[in-house]
């Protein structure tokens, strides 16, 4: 088969992590792809993903910015998109008012501004076309009043709830929608969210690729939602029953500067 006649797969947050692990999945199932991320690193990811025998777009975009979407929009081009695997994202960790503005802002864009921009653009087609999958990559930090992650937590809460939504709206039009809610993972996100010095930080972690794995299958079956690991799935039972200043204290023992040396 010809690459061209392949579906197209659009993976956002597809340098490094869960996403070039989705990109990379989807390259072994046969899917041409569009890769986004907001770091030359993508070129890499790409050059890698070509050895599957698909065609790779790679694009460098800022999905915090309106321009950084439409430039994903104009690379797509007018393609019908079989999958998109909306991963990007960005988090932030220490007190909320010890965070500079622009850092939440762009944190508060690329979680959900960009994500819900791209995912109207792309949906819309896909529900007029009648067929399409949607991966949002949310958390379990949604479950929980993420105490020194309050805005980070906040942006995947609504994610989490926006999938769920989405979902039932597209009902009968041949369009899912699934929500990959994962938990600590082994990636470059705590270090970027400046967290290496807390609890949540520095514990074990679960492989990127398998948590990619679990949430492709669960996209291709169509299924509402993903947890991946039983701890996860413990953790978000808890969430829901104990009373929300329970679960921030619980989190403040996680994510607080400074557990990391804590037992």
């Not at 915090?64 to 960005?90: C, F």
Request: aromatic residues 4%.
């Amino acid at each position: 088969m010809a690459t061209q006649a392949k579906p197209l797969a659009v993976v956002t947050g597809a340098s490094t992590g869960i996403g070039f692990e989705l990109a990379r999945i989807a390259a072994e199932r046969g899917l041409n792809l569009v890769v986004v991320a907001d770091e030359p690193e993508i070129e890499n990811a790409a050059t890698t993903l070509r050895q599957r025998h698909v065609t790779v777009d790679a694009l460098v975009a800022d999905l915090a910015t309106e321009a950084g979407v439409q430039a994903v929009l104009d690379t797509i081009g007018g393609r019908p998109v079989a999958a998109l695997l909306a991963n990007a994202g960005r988090g932030l960790g220490r007190a909320f008012l010890e965070q500079e503005w622009t850092d939440i802002r762009r944190v508060i864009d690329t979680n959900v501004t960009g994500t819900l921009y791209l995912v109207h653009e792309v949906g819309r087609a896909m529900r007029d076309r009648g067929e399409g999958r949607i991966l949002i990559v949310g958390s379990i930090a949604g479950f929980m009043p993420g105490t020194y992650q309050a805005v980070y937590n906040g942006t995947k809460a609504l994610l989490d709830s926006f999938s769920f939504a989405l979902r039932a709206e597209l009902k009968d039009s041949g369009v899912t929608v699934t929500c990959l809610m994962p938990g600590e993972t082994d990636t470059e996100f705590f270090e970027r969210a400046d967290l290496m010095d807390t609890k949540v930080g520095t514990e074990k972690k679960k492989s990127p690729d398998e948590v990619a794995k679990q949430g492709f299958e669960a996209m291709m079956k169509g299924e509402a939602d993903v947890i991946t690991g039983w701890q996860n799935k413990l953790r978000v039972a808890i969430s829901r029953v104990a009373p929300a200043g329970v679960v921030a204290e619980m989190h403040r023992k996680l994510a607080e500067p400074g557990t990391a040396s804590k037992s």
